[in-house]
T-cell receptor
Framework: DAGVIQSPRHEVTEMGQEVTLRCKPI?????LFWYRQTMMRGLELLIY????????DSGMPEDRFSAKMPNASFSTLKIQPSEPRDSAVYFC????????????FGDGTRLSIL | QKEVEQDPGPLSVPEGAIVSLNCTYS??????FMWYRQYSRKGPELLMY????GNKEDGRFTAQVDKSSKYISLFIRDSQPSDSATYLC?????????FGTGTSLTVIP
């Protein structure tokens, strides 16, 4: 079975540019999570969706961050405008159910903002 | 106090050793506990999933939860170089999913 698929795997861009990260969850999973991982703060939950509806976006750091899930098989995380402090690895994960079920992670997008 | 605390290590052991990885958590209402393994430049992968107190064994891996002390452990028997990775404990609570910061493990051949 295909796992969670993220693209791109790496993104290098200049400060101020718009960045769009993409995620395809595991088929049949109804919850989707976006995380950011840094050495200093570890894994931080940014936002999660249940049945394509955003449930909690309290982890989104600023209004520059936005996420959408137009259908059950696709989600995007957008940063506009990007800043150097946004540099991190961004992970998407999906699960059956919400938080009491294990989450399955993609391999992440390594984002560098110059 | 963070919801989940984990010693970051790094931990370095010889091949064949027994490894003990530990986390503490703050909220006695937490009931589900997970261990994830993360290889370099990869996403975390679920290793163990336990509910409430007690032990769960899967091959060389044993997860242990002690709710009285709010302590969770992962034991690796007969450690192998392929076990070299970062191990993260995790638990859901309310509308959040709390991860430890991860313990980096190196198993030396």
């Amino acid at each position: 079975d295909a796992g969670v698929i993220q693209s791109p795997r790496h993104e290098v861009t200049e400060m101020g540019q718009e960045v769009t990260l993409r995620c395809k969850p595991i088929s049949g999973h109804n919850s989707l999570f976006w995380y950011r991982q840094t050495m200093m703060r570890g894994l931080e939950l940014l936002i999660y969706f249940n049945n394509n509806v955003p449930i909690d976006d309290s982890g989104m750091p600023e209004d520059r961050f936005s996420a959408k899930m137009p259908n059950a098989s696709f989600s995007t995380l957008k940063i506009q405008p990007s800043e150097p402090r946004d540099s991190a690895v961004y992970f998407c994960a999906s699960s059956l159910g919400q938080f009491n079920q294990p989450q399955h992670f993609g391999d992440g997008t390594r984002l560098s903002i110059l | 106090q963070k919801e989940v605390e984990q010693d970051p290590g790094p931990l370095s052991v010889p091949e064949g050793a027994i490894v003990s990885l530990n986390c503490t958590y703050s909220n006695s209402a937490f009931q589900y506990f997970m261990w994830y393994r993360q290889y370099s430049r990869k996403g975390p992968e679920l290793l163990m999933y336990t509910y409430s107190s007690g032990n769960k064994e899967d091959g060389r891996f044993t997860a242990q939860v002690d709710k009285s002390s709010k302590y969770i452990s992962l034991f690796i028997r007969d450690s192998q170089p392929s076990d070299s990775a970062t191990y993260l404990c995790a638990t859901p609570g309310g509308n959040q999913f709390y991860f430890g910061t991860g313990t980096s493990l190196t198993v030396i051949p």
